[in-house]
């Protein structure tokens, strides 16, 4: 497999370049994807990639991470603790705006005579620049080069500049630089967006009713305008202020307004024949949920006049210095496959973008660049980000698992709410509370608390970060232990030994809801309860006194900690001896298959084409479930187990989330399917940038992007990470020369290097002398003294794919035979006939 052959894009509008996605040519069909495509953002604030000109978009957005609306959730059928109040992400009011008129004639990109256009996302600089050559309806030639940035060391600034030329006439020009509230829809050229009414679609936001954003305050002077707004119901603030500049040698005037949903700063140029004319605009967002926005509005100004201090091209060497720290410690090199080396960089850049500086906020489904899935935080962040930030930014990762420590109170409410003990965090929030209307594929997720502890327990681990966890990560881990302790209850087998059970729960395959010992909750609640009882005895063996402070401020006690030892090791796992399986919950196996292969490409995503009654009486998968489960838990299963389990469930399982080609990636490629594993990898490597699951226009995959990393990570590079032993069994791709990556391992950086007969660790920097690592079941000690070279013994291949045909046709326990079908629905004059 030659994997350029295989490439999606179109690479004569966007070619390959591994540090950059670049676009050069201008296409009105796909806005929605590209504005997403080429947004910039920083973790806190997120501009859309959407034209200088403020037209000719599908959605406009500029979104600042936990900043929400909230309303009330209306259920046709009431019942006690269900979700009460959703939350929304707002659309801020939109800087970007820089709209140019030349004779008075405004710039257009769908039906400008464009002779030249060119727009780069650069990751080395995390700018967005575009340079265009327009032909005026009067056939004046003018040249333009726009910038546009959001600082990642800045937290609340972005920065933008636009430059005018005019090659071959003196013109008349005008520049209008606005700030705009579109979420309350002034802008006097809006049009609602398809995107705003493209049909029912539970991945897209709600729509906001009436006014969201109230004015409290504004004005301008000296070239800097100022907005500030009060949400209506969540009663969230805010403040953005804009400084603007002119650099010219040609005679201008300029005039502003500031009215409660716009300011305008508008430059009258008397254009010349080949000069240039720069305005820069710097922009700075601060919110609050509490502040005042006058407040506010200073912070905004001390934001802008370290700004002015600096300069412009001290803040883009500052960018420039901050993301090669990044990529010194982040990147992931595959050598021989430019077009897939572009697409990893591209992927790596956008999840610094969401995570980077979203401290004291989660990581949303969507990052920064649209407003997909209300801009909520899932359990996504701990599964698929968070592995990429312990291992690359561990400081990022401590911020957001903080997040989650802040959302604890929330989380102890909800599971008084649902009758439990101890901590359940809410399947889909912004601030904490429970946003999910649908029970079922929502609440039920108990899961989200194993996955919670997973991430803590994991970043523990490899940063070495103690005081983390004496602080609150311990609060985290005995708070979640305590529900699955109250939550399930024993039973005795035949044989007299008792088991504990989980019923009435929800795994991560939404396909199938609200079950009795659905495998993956039973074997992520046994780790969470491990971990909560290892990391309690550690802190009492190696601090007495904080030991005493972490029992007091539980109010836990030695019995119960015993509990949740005794709770962990009798867990019920379940096991189907004649199919050599683990069924995915206690009922599944009794199902009907649903026939994927049979299946009409006009009836995908299932969710959106079939009542959810009918796709949870099959055997069909939304995403991965028990192998998801066989790569977190990997120690848990045998190669064999695994590789039984992948070649059963794979054929069963959709793709419908982007959750779930990575994962299937990373087991592929252990238990043998190499191509197949090369193949899932391609989809989660191009699900935004090709736009495969149609959905891209509402913003970037996120938890895809951190997938990703895995998958070359963990599915390539073959690392696992078992209670701190870090062990290596690489499968690299046949066609592939190479892949490298660093780790950072408590405090210490750990360079590997894949190749296809060895693999070579380098330990870079820090302060260890050595690092343990194992190889393949040997274990080795890499030194600072040179590189550790290690022969690799051939990885097992298998040949081709399962199919739901290798399942047809075998014995259930009860001797029944398994079939295969696709639900359908008689036709209306079919109906009519009957009738």
């Known amino acids: 497999m030659t994997s350029d052959v295989f490439d999606p894009l179109d690479r004569t509008r966007f070619p390959i370049d591994p540090w950059a996605l670049r676009e050069t040519r201008y296409d009105g069909d796909d806005l929605g994807v590209t504005e997403t495509l080429f947004s910039v953002a920083n973790g806190y604030l997120g501009l859309r990639g959407n034209v200088e000109e403020g037209r000719d978009a599908f959605a406009h957005g500029t979104f600042i991470n936990g900043f929400h609306e909230v309303w009330p959730i209306h259920h046709a059928e009431e019942a ?31 039906v400008a005579d464009l002779r030249r256009y060119e727009r780069t996302l650069s990751f080395r600089d995390g700018v967005l620049v575009r340079e265009l050559l327009w032909r005026t309806p009067g056939g004046k030639l003018v040249q333009l080069r726009s910038r546009r940035m959001v600082s990642l060391a800045e937290r609340h600034l972005a920065l933008m500049d636009y430059e005018i030329t005019l090659l071959d006439a003196d013109a008349p020009i005008v520049v209008s630089c606005e700030i705009l509230n579109r979420q309350d829809g002034q802008d006097e050229f809006h049009v609602p967006s398809a995107a705003m009414g493209a ?6 936001a709600a729509q906001l009713p009436g006014r969201v954003l109230e004015p409290v305050s504004k004005w301008e002077g000296g070239g800097r305008a100022v907005l500030g707004y009060r949400v209506a119901a969540s009663g969230m603030t805010l403040a953005v202020a804009a400084d603007h500049s002119i650099e010219t040698t040609d005679s201008y005037a300029m005039r502003t307004l500031v009215d409660d949903d716009i300011a305008k700063h508008v430059y009258r140029i008397n254009g010349t024949a080949g000069t240039t004319t720069r305005i820069t605009k710097t922009v700075s967002y601060h919110t609050s949920r509490v502040v005042p926005p006058l407040e506010l509005i200073d912070r905004c100004r001390r934001t802008l006049d370290r700004a002015a201090e600096s300069g412009t091209e001290a803040i883009l060497a500052q960018q420039r210095e901050w993301l090669d720290a990044f990529w010194e410690r982040s990147d992931v090199v595959v050598e021989g496959q430019p077009a897939i080396q572009q697409g990893v960089r591209w992927n790596l850049f956008q999840l610094v973008q969401a995570s980077a500086r979203a401290e004291g906020a989660g990581i949303p489904a969507k990052g920064q660049t649209g407003s997909g899935y209300d801009g909520h935080y899932f359990w996504d962040t701990e599964i698929y980000v968070v592995p990429f930030l312990t291992y690359t930014s561990p400081g990022y990762a401590r911020n957001a698992l903080r997040f989650r420590y802040t959302m604890l109170d929330a989380a102890r409410r909800r599971a008084g709410e649902l009758n439990q003990r101890g901590a359940l965090y809410p399947w889909r929030t912004i601030n904490g509370e429970e946003a999910s209307a649908y029970y079922a594929a929502g609440t039920a997720q ?29 609060d985290i881990l005995v708070e979640t232990a305590r529900l699955w302790a109250d939550l399930g209850f024993w039973r005795r087998t035949d044989n007299g030994d008792e088991l504990f059970h989980i019923h009435g729960v929800t ?3 939404e396909y199938t809801a609200v079950v009795n010992d659905n495998l993956f909750t039973n074997v992520m609640a046994r780790a969470n309860l491990r971990a909560a009882v290892r990391n309690l005895r550690w802190i009492e063996e190696h601090d007495l006194d904080a030991y005493a402070r972490v029992l007091a401020r539980l109010s836990l006690t030695a019995d119960e900690i015993e509990e949740f030892a005794r709770v962990a090791e009798a867990m019920h796992v379940p096991y189907d001896e004649r199919l ?38 099959h055997q069909v998968l939304k995403q991965a479930d028990i192998v998801l489960a066989a790569y977190l838990q990997g120690d848990e299963f045998s190669l064999e187990e ?19 080609a990575v994962v299937q990636s990373i087991i592929a490629a252990e238990v043998g399917y190499a191509e197949l594993a090369e193949k899932y990898f391609r989809s989660a490597l191009y699900v935004d940038l090709a736009d495969l699951h149609h959905n891209t226009d509402a913003g970037v995959h996120v938890a895809s992007l951190g997938g990703l990393w895995q998958a070359l990570v963990a599915g390539f590079g073959g690392l696992r990470d078992y209670l701190s032993v870090w062990s290596f069994d690489p499968r690299l791709p046949a066609d592939w020369a190479a892949l490298e990556f660093p780790l950072t391992l408590q405090g210490n950086r750990l360079r590997v290097r894949v190749e296809h007969e060895t693999i070579t660790f380098t330990l870079e920097t820090g302060t260890a002398t050595g690092l343990p690592v194992t190889v393949q079941g040997r274990h080795l000690h890499v030194t600072r003294e040179a590189p550790l070279v290690v022969p690799l013994d051939p990885p097992p291949l298998l040949s081709g794919q399962p199919t739901v045909g290798d399942i047809v046709g075998t014995l259930r326990e009860d001797g029944s035979v398994i079939q295969a079908t696709v639900p359908s629905l008689p036709s209306l004059d079919d109906v009519v006939d009957v009738i």
């Open 446 to 474: 108990y899961h989200i608390d194993a996955d919670i502890a997973h991430a803590v327990s994991q970043y523990v681990a490899a940063s070495g970060d103690r005081d983390f966890l004496i602080r609150e990560a311990i």
């Open 199 to 204: 049909g029912w679609d539970p991945r897209r």
């Open 507 to 509: 795994g991560p395959d």
């Open 80 to 110: 006690y603790g269900f979700a009460k109040v959703g939350q929304t992400i707002v659309n801020v009011p939109d800087a970007k705006i820089m709209r140019l008129y030349v004779d008075d004639e405004p710039l257009l990109l769908s």
């Open 580 to 617: 050599g399986i683990h069924p995915q919950d206690d009922d599944f196996l009794s199902k009907e298959l649903w026939d994927l292969p049979n299946t009409p490409p006009d009836k995908r995503p299932l969710l959106l084409h079939y009542h959810p009654l009918v796709i949870y009486r």
């Open 642 to 660: 695994k590789r039984a389990d992948f070649e059963y469930y794979d054929p069963l399982t959709t793709g419908d989330s982007t959750l779930s």
